[in-house]
Protein backbone atom coordinates (compact mmCIF):
# COMPACT_ATOMS: atom_id res chain seq x y z
CA UNK A 1 0.00 0.00 0.00
CA UNK A 2 3.11 2.17 0.68
CA UNK A 3 4.48 1.86 -2.23
CA UNK A 4 1.39 2.50 -4.46
CA UNK A 5 1.08 5.73 -2.39
CA UNK A 6 4.45 6.44 -3.71
CA UNK A 7 3.91 5.45 -7.32
CA UNK A 8 0.69 7.95 -7.31
CA UNK A 9 2.82 10.64 -5.58
CA UNK A 10 5.26 10.28 -8.42
CA UNK A 11 3.04 10.69 -11.35
CA UNK A 12 0.76 13.65 -10.15
CA UNK A 13 4.47 15.46 -9.07
CA UNK A 14 5.42 14.74 -12.74
CA UNK A 15 2.40 15.39 -14.36
CA UNK A 16 2.32 18.94 -12.42
CA UNK A 17 5.91 20.10 -12.96
CA UNK A 18 5.49 19.34 -16.66
CA UNK A 19 2.73 21.21 -17.05
CA UNK A 20 1.87 24.04 -15.05
CA UNK A 21 4.09 25.85 -17.02
CA UNK A 22 1.54 24.99 -20.20
CA UNK A 23 -1.07 28.40 -21.16
CA UNK A 24 -3.63 25.53 -21.01
CA UNK A 25 -3.72 23.74 -17.40
CA UNK A 26 -5.78 23.34 -15.91
CA UNK A 27 -6.55 22.56 -11.87
CA UNK A 28 -9.34 21.66 -10.13
CA UNK A 29 -10.71 20.88 -6.65
CA UNK A 30 -14.19 18.87 -5.98
CA UNK A 31 -16.12 17.47 -2.74
CA UNK A 32 -19.50 15.93 -2.93
CA UNK A 33 -21.32 12.76 -2.25
CA UNK A 34 -20.24 8.82 -3.18
CA UNK A 35 -22.40 5.98 -3.64
CA UNK A 36 -22.55 2.49 -5.06
CA UNK A 37 -24.35 -0.31 -6.70
CA UNK A 38 -23.86 -4.03 -5.99
CA UNK A 39 -24.91 -7.00 -4.39
CA UNK A 40 -26.34 -4.86 -1.04
CA UNK A 41 -27.43 -1.97 -3.11
CA UNK A 42 -28.59 -3.99 -6.23
CA UNK A 43 -31.56 -1.17 -7.59
CA UNK A 44 -31.23 1.96 -6.41
CA UNK A 45 -28.70 3.72 -9.18
CA UNK A 46 -28.63 6.77 -7.58
CA UNK A 47 -27.95 6.63 -3.66
CA UNK A 48 -25.37 8.93 -2.08
CA UNK A 49 -23.80 6.92 1.07
CA UNK A 50 -20.76 9.03 1.79
CA UNK A 51 -18.63 11.75 1.50
CA UNK A 52 -16.29 12.28 -1.37
CA UNK A 53 -13.86 14.77 -2.74
CA UNK A 54 -10.78 15.33 -5.22
CA UNK A 55 -8.55 17.17 -7.52
CA UNK A 56 -7.29 16.92 -10.76
CA UNK A 57 -4.87 18.85 -13.09
CA UNK A 58 -6.04 18.87 -16.64
CA UNK A 59 -4.50 20.00 -20.09
CA UNK A 60 -6.92 21.69 -22.36
CA UNK A 61 -6.26 20.84 -26.02
CA UNK A 62 -8.15 23.19 -27.59
CA UNK A 63 -11.90 24.99 -26.23
CA UNK A 64 -13.81 21.41 -26.98
CA UNK A 65 -10.98 18.60 -25.75
CA UNK A 66 -9.30 17.91 -22.53
CA UNK A 67 -7.36 15.33 -20.90
CA UNK A 68 -6.47 15.02 -16.89
CA UNK A 69 -5.30 13.23 -14.30
CA UNK A 70 -7.74 12.65 -11.40
CA UNK A 71 -7.89 11.85 -7.96
CA UNK A 72 -11.09 10.92 -5.93
CA UNK A 73 -11.39 9.56 -2.51
CA UNK A 74 -15.33 8.38 -1.24
CA UNK A 75 -16.89 6.71 1.50
CA UNK A 76 -19.30 3.95 0.50
CA UNK A 77 -22.07 2.15 2.48
CA UNK A 78 -25.08 -0.95 2.30
CA UNK A 79 -26.83 -2.75 4.57
CA UNK A 80 -29.24 -5.20 4.01
CA UNK A 81 -31.10 -4.06 7.23
CA UNK A 82 -32.38 -0.59 5.19
CA UNK A 83 -33.62 -2.71 2.00
CA UNK A 84 -37.41 -2.74 0.89
CA UNK A 85 -36.43 -6.64 -0.16
CA UNK A 86 -37.14 -8.66 2.79
CA UNK A 87 -35.31 -11.88 1.65
CA UNK A 88 -31.95 -9.56 1.61
CA UNK A 89 -33.12 -8.05 4.97
CA UNK A 90 -32.91 -11.51 6.92
CA UNK A 91 -29.88 -12.07 4.38
CA UNK A 92 -28.40 -9.54 7.16
CA UNK A 93 -24.83 -8.27 5.19
CA UNK A 94 -23.75 -4.96 5.64
CA UNK A 95 -20.44 -3.39 4.61
CA UNK A 96 -18.06 0.24 4.47
CA UNK A 97 -15.24 1.16 2.25
CA UNK A 98 -13.01 3.87 1.49
CA UNK A 99 -12.35 4.30 -2.13
CA UNK A 100 -9.09 5.90 -3.28
CA UNK A 101 -9.27 6.22 -6.93
CA UNK A 102 -6.53 7.44 -9.92
CA UNK A 103 -7.76 7.71 -13.14
CA UNK A 104 -7.09 9.76 -16.91
CA UNK A 105 -9.95 10.87 -18.07
CA UNK A 106 -10.83 12.77 -21.08
CA UNK A 107 -13.59 15.82 -21.52
CA UNK A 108 -15.66 16.80 -24.23
CA UNK A 109 -17.37 20.37 -24.18
CA UNK A 110 -20.51 20.48 -26.46
CA UNK A 111 -19.26 24.33 -26.33
CA UNK A 112 -16.50 26.58 -27.18
CA UNK A 113 -15.48 26.35 -23.88
CA UNK A 114 -12.36 26.27 -21.26
CA UNK A 115 -12.52 28.46 -17.75
CA UNK A 116 -9.67 30.64 -19.76
CA UNK A 117 -11.46 31.30 -22.65
CA UNK A 118 -13.34 30.34 -25.55
CA UNK A 119 -16.69 32.09 -26.48
CA UNK A 120 -19.02 30.64 -24.38
CA UNK A 121 -19.75 30.94 -20.55
CA UNK A 122 -20.64 27.58 -20.00
CA UNK A 123 -20.90 24.24 -21.61
CA UNK A 124 -22.30 20.53 -20.69
CA UNK A 125 -19.53 17.81 -20.84
CA UNK A 126 -19.20 14.29 -21.02
CA UNK A 127 -16.32 12.58 -20.05
CA UNK A 128 -14.92 8.91 -20.10
CA UNK A 129 -11.07 6.95 -19.28
CA UNK A 130 -9.70 4.57 -17.18
CA UNK A 131 -8.63 3.94 -13.91
CA UNK A 132 -7.65 2.04 -10.80
CA UNK A 133 -8.80 2.29 -7.18
CA UNK A 134 -8.46 1.20 -4.34
CA UNK A 135 -11.00 -0.65 -1.53
CA UNK A 136 -11.12 -2.40 1.86
CA UNK A 137 -14.37 -3.58 2.82
CA UNK A 138 -15.38 -3.68 6.39
CA UNK A 139 -18.63 -4.70 8.48
CA UNK A 140 -19.95 -4.53 11.85
CA UNK A 141 -21.62 -7.04 13.67
CA UNK A 142 -22.50 -7.29 17.59
CA UNK A 143 -20.51 -3.83 18.26
CA UNK A 144 -17.31 -5.49 16.59
CA UNK A 145 -16.17 -4.03 12.72
CA UNK A 146 -13.99 -6.73 10.88
CA UNK A 147 -11.96 -6.21 8.10
CA UNK A 148 -13.96 -8.71 5.74
CA UNK A 149 -11.21 -9.20 2.63
CA UNK A 150 -9.10 -11.64 5.18
CA UNK A 151 -11.62 -13.66 6.50
CA UNK A 152 -12.35 -14.52 2.86
CA UNK A 153 -15.80 -14.92 3.89
CA UNK A 154 -16.86 -16.73 0.25
CA UNK A 155 -13.85 -19.30 0.40
CA UNK A 156 -11.68 -16.91 -1.74
CA UNK A 157 -9.26 -14.31 -1.93
CA UNK A 158 -9.54 -11.29 -3.84
CA UNK A 159 -7.54 -8.03 -4.39
CA UNK A 160 -8.40 -4.95 -2.63
CA UNK A 161 -7.52 -3.02 -5.52
CA UNK A 162 -9.36 -3.03 -9.67
CA UNK A 163 -9.37 -1.19 -12.55
CA UNK A 164 -12.09 1.12 -13.23
CA UNK A 165 -14.14 2.26 -16.18
CA UNK A 166 -15.18 6.06 -15.02
CA UNK A 167 -18.06 7.62 -17.46
CA UNK A 168 -20.60 10.22 -16.64
CA UNK A 169 -21.56 14.61 -17.49
CA UNK A 170 -21.30 17.88 -16.23
CA UNK A 171 -21.85 21.16 -16.74
CA UNK A 172 -18.89 24.03 -16.01
CA UNK A 173 -19.44 27.57 -16.03
CA UNK A 174 -17.06 30.47 -16.11
CA UNK A 175 -16.87 32.82 -13.52
CA UNK A 176 -13.81 34.88 -13.73
CA UNK A 177 -11.58 35.38 -16.30
CA UNK A 178 -9.75 32.41 -15.50
CA UNK A 179 -11.88 30.89 -12.72
CA UNK A 180 -14.66 28.17 -13.56
CA UNK A 181 -16.98 26.50 -11.37
CA UNK A 182 -18.54 22.62 -12.07
CA UNK A 183 -20.87 20.25 -11.29
CA UNK A 184 -20.60 16.57 -12.05
CA UNK A 185 -22.19 13.19 -11.90
CA UNK A 186 -19.75 10.06 -12.73
CA UNK A 187 -20.08 6.63 -12.52
CA UNK A 188 -17.59 3.76 -12.52
CA UNK A 189 -17.59 0.53 -13.32
CA UNK A 190 -15.25 -1.59 -11.04
CA UNK A 191 -13.59 -4.52 -12.15
CA UNK A 192 -14.29 -6.36 -9.85
CA UNK A 193 -17.32 -7.84 -7.58
CA UNK A 194 -15.88 -7.33 -4.11
CA UNK A 195 -16.28 -3.39 -3.35
CA UNK A 196 -19.03 -4.99 -0.62
CA UNK A 197 -17.37 -8.41 -0.08
CA UNK A 198 -20.24 -10.38 -1.33
CA UNK A 199 -19.73 -11.41 -4.83
CA UNK A 200 -20.50 -15.50 -5.37
CA UNK A 201 -21.80 -18.11 -3.11
CA UNK A 202 -21.92 -19.45 0.50
CA UNK A 203 -18.81 -21.29 1.63
CA UNK A 204 -19.33 -24.85 2.10
CA UNK A 205 -17.50 -23.64 5.55
CA UNK A 206 -18.55 -21.09 7.29
CA UNK A 207 -16.56 -18.57 8.25
CA UNK A 208 -16.71 -17.29 12.12
CA UNK A 209 -15.19 -13.99 13.80
CA UNK A 210 -13.31 -13.44 16.92
CA UNK A 211 -16.98 -13.08 18.79
CA UNK A 212 -18.36 -16.03 17.00
CA UNK A 213 -20.63 -13.99 14.13
CA UNK A 214 -20.82 -16.06 10.94
CA UNK A 215 -19.48 -13.79 8.75
CA UNK A 216 -20.30 -15.66 6.03
CA UNK A 217 -24.42 -15.93 7.04
CA UNK A 218 -25.24 -13.58 9.55
CA UNK A 219 -28.81 -14.00 8.24
CA UNK A 220 -31.45 -12.95 10.66
CA UNK A 221 -33.09 -16.69 11.95
CA UNK A 222 -36.59 -16.54 10.39
CA UNK A 223 -37.52 -18.59 14.14
CA UNK A 224 -37.26 -16.71 16.94
CA UNK A 225 -37.47 -20.08 18.98
CA UNK A 226 -34.97 -21.37 17.00
CA UNK A 227 -31.60 -19.09 17.15
CA UNK A 228 -29.78 -21.06 15.96
CA UNK A 229 -31.01 -21.62 12.35
CA UNK A 230 -29.13 -19.59 9.09
CA UNK A 231 -31.35 -18.96 5.97
CA UNK A 232 -29.05 -20.28 2.90
CA UNK A 233 -27.81 -23.33 2.31
CA UNK A 234 -23.59 -24.03 2.05
CA UNK A 235 -22.92 -23.28 -1.73
CA UNK A 236 -26.10 -21.49 -2.11
CA UNK A 237 -26.43 -18.28 -3.80
CA UNK A 238 -24.94 -15.10 -2.11
CA UNK A 239 -25.08 -12.31 -3.92
CA UNK A 240 -26.04 -11.22 -7.26
CA UNK A 241 -25.74 -12.84 -10.82
CA UNK A 242 -23.62 -9.13 -12.07
CA UNK A 243 -20.45 -9.36 -12.17
CA UNK A 244 -19.19 -6.02 -11.51
CA UNK A 245 -19.73 -3.41 -8.70
CA UNK A 246 -20.66 0.33 -9.49
CA UNK A 247 -19.78 3.24 -7.64
CA UNK A 248 -20.39 7.00 -8.84
CA UNK A 249 -19.40 10.62 -6.98
CA UNK A 250 -21.28 13.71 -7.61
CA UNK A 251 -19.34 16.82 -7.35
CA UNK A 252 -19.61 20.37 -7.44
CA UNK A 253 -15.54 22.26 -7.96
CA UNK A 254 -13.79 24.98 -8.42
CA UNK A 255 -11.14 25.12 -11.42
CA UNK A 256 -8.17 27.60 -12.21
CA UNK A 257 -6.92 27.83 -15.66
CA UNK A 258 -3.44 29.18 -16.59
CA UNK A 259 -4.29 30.89 -19.83
CA UNK A 260 -5.94 33.66 -21.79
CA UNK A 261 -8.27 33.93 -25.01
CA UNK A 262 -4.82 34.81 -26.90
CA UNK A 263 -3.90 30.82 -26.59
CA UNK A 264 -6.83 30.00 -29.33
CA UNK A 265 -7.44 32.26 -31.99
CA UNK A 266 -10.26 31.03 -35.00
Known amino acids: ?10 VLSCIFAGTVKSQTTELGINAGAAGYIGDINPVNLFKPSGIAFGAYVKRNLDPYWAIGLHYNYGKIKGDDANSDDASLRTRNLNFSTSLNELSLQVDFNFLEYFSGGGVKNFSPYIFAGIGGV ?25 KNYAFSIPYGVGMKYRIGERLGIFTQLGYRTAKTDYLDDVGDRYPMVPVYGNNGTNLSDPSVPPDPGNPGRTNFAPGGQRGNFVKNDTYFFV ?16
Open 134 to 158: VFNPKAKYNGETYELRYYETEGKKY
Open 251 to 266: HIGLSYTFTSDKCYSF
Open 1 to 10: MRFKKIIFSV
